[in-house]
């Protein structure tokens, strides 16, 4: 990419996947551990 070139500007449709998947991370994780305990305690 030279200097020359403009910036990739995410597509507004880009920025709102990333803004998805941004909050979907801590709840899966969530999701992930609560089901780990369930297992454990099972």
Same mark, same amino acid.
């Given at each position: +990419?030279?200097? *020359?070139?403009?910036?990739?500007?995410? *597509?507004?449709?880009?920025?709102? %996947?990333?803004?998805? /998947?941004?909050r !979907?991370?801590? %709840?899966?994780? %969530? @999701? /992930?551990? =609560?089901? !780990?305990? =369930? @297992? +454990? =305690? =099972?």
């Amino acid at each position: +990419m030279l200097w *020359s070139d403009p910036r990739d500007e995410p *597509s507004a449709e880009t920025r709102q %996947v990333q803004e998805r /998947l941004r909050r !979907a991370g801590p %709840v899966l994780a %969530v @999701l /992930l551990l =609560v089901a !780990a305990i =369930v @297992l +454990m =305690v =099972v």
